[in-house]
């Protein structure tokens, strides 16, 4: 068991415990679905045991109760400073992803990733928003699968904040393929996942709030979201971002024409990526007017361009994350249900781990297959709602890693 702190401000009262609390030594405090009375019982019990602790394996669990209330205190019209002071841990949080840090707590980096983009008015946003983009250029570069792992899966899970989860998987699609494909220069790259990352920063309440909506959006709205790249773009200029490409980039970058990479000017180039990128991403999203799609269709949308001809771009993509990417669910030839883990040599035959067998159960720890070999092909996609399975980021994680003295620097 390993404990890490949480704050007392996170906890919430009146409502069942989703994590058993304890103290530095792990001895039990107050067992899951225990309910807390009052702010007086909360600190009592943290007094007793000298502080709040929790398993690291329950901080998801802990992250999705401390969003909860951070919504309630936005519903409550609590002020901005009121809401900051909502910390959940120095500790478990913000240490964690600290410059040194290979191993990202990316849940925090949601809760980061909303922040910035829901108060983009406040002082330092470029510096906040260049301390994000360094961080998830960071650790695409050390562990790529892990994180497209982390986005994809949290993409597919969590909808409340959809709209920063949205944009860090653009922004790390995007850099990927730059990257690792059409080898663009470093400061191209940055300036194409800086982009990816506010693209949608005129919108971000809107387009968290659509994602729980059942009608159609309103004629207002409509308006909202035709306005949104022109608007996303005048609210950076407005920061002080000078960056013609950029901000071209982000104006143009739900503009459909089909044609090579090559012909386009760089904030062409950019925006055509952000725009294939933006196309795959949304398609995985669950909505409360519909599901979403597995990924593997999703990525397919976005191969074909307008004129149904494979598209530069769209390839650029595929061939950066796979067919099936880190984080997606298929079914094997042995109709085993496995999550991917590791892109493979080529974009169809992923490392795997096996969470479901072929009885329909669950399994005790993860199976490992290569579905490189003929007994363990891919067969098919398997959408996240149809996949029953809890995925608990903190144990699967460490599968998807590339022990150091195998990276290429």
């Known amino acids: 068991m390993h404990l890490v702190p949480v704050s007392v401000e996170s ?10 609390l304890m103290d ?36 998801e669990a802990h992250h999705r109760a401390y969003v909860g209330r951070l919504h309630g205190l936005v519903r409550d019209g609590k002020s901005l400073g009121e809401i900051a002071d909502a910390k959940v841990t120095g500790d478990l949080l913000g240490e964690r992803n600290n410059e040194d840090d290979e191993r990202p707590d990316w849940l925090d980096l949601q809760v980061q990733a909303n922040a910035l ?3 983009s008015s406040a002082g330092h946003f470029m510096e906040r928003l260049d301390k994000l983009q360094s961080r998830l250029r960071r650790h695409s570069r050390l562990n790529p699968d892990g994180t497209l792992f982390a986005l994809i899966h949290l993409s597919a899970t969590e909808v409340r904040m959809y709209s920063a989860t949205h944009a860090m998987l653009v922004s790390v699609m995007c850099g990927l393929a730059a990257r690792e494909v059409l080898k663009w220069p470093e400061q191209q790259e940055v300036r194409l996942c800086k982009a990816a990352l506010t693209m949608n920063l005129g919108m971000t309440g809107l387009q968290d709030q659509l994602t729980r909506q059942v009608e159609a959006p309103s004629p207002a709205q409509r308006k ?7 608007k996303s773009a005048d609210m950076l200029a407005d ?4 960056d013609a490409d950029w901000l071209e980039a982000v104006r143009n970058h739900h503009t459909q024409v089909p044609g090579r990479l090559q012909s386009r000017t760089v904030p062409q180039q950019i925006a055509r990526m952000i725009q294939r ?3 795959f991403a949304a398609r995985l999203a669950p909505r409360a007017s519909r599901v979403p799609i597995s990924p593997a269709a999703a990525m397919q949308a976005c191969y074909f361009d307008e004129n149904r001809q ?18 997606s669910f298929v079914r094997l030839a042995t109709d085993e249900v496995a999550v991917v883990i590791k892109r493979g040599l080529n974009t169809s035959t992923p490392r795997v781990a ?56």
């Open 224 to 230: 909202a979201i035709d306005e949104h790249a022109n």
């Open 310 to 327: 494979v598209d530069e771009t769209g390839a650029a993509l595929i061939k950066a994350v796979g067919i099936y990417q880190p984080g």
């Open 277 to 279: 990128a933006d196309m």
């Open 239 to 242: 920061m002080g971002v000078v």
């Open 117 to 119: 983009l829901r108060d």
């Open 11 to 20: 906890i919430r009262l009146h409502q069942p415990l989703p994590f058993p």
């Open 354 to 409: 096996v969470l479901v067998n072929r009885s329909g159960m669950p399994t005790v720890e993860p199976t490992i297959r290569e579905t490189s070999t003929r007994d363990f092909r891919i067969v098919a996609s398997v959408p996240h709602r149809e996949v029953k399975v809890q995925i608990n980021l903190e144990r699967l994680l460490p599968l998807t890693a590339t022990p150091a003295s195998d990276r290429p620097w």
């Open 24 to 59: 530095k030594n792990g001895v039990l405090l107050a067992k899951r679905s225990f309910i807390i009375d009052s702010r007086e019982d909360l600190a009592d019990i943290a007094q007793r045991g000298g502080g709040l602790f929790i398993d690291v394996a329950d901080s």
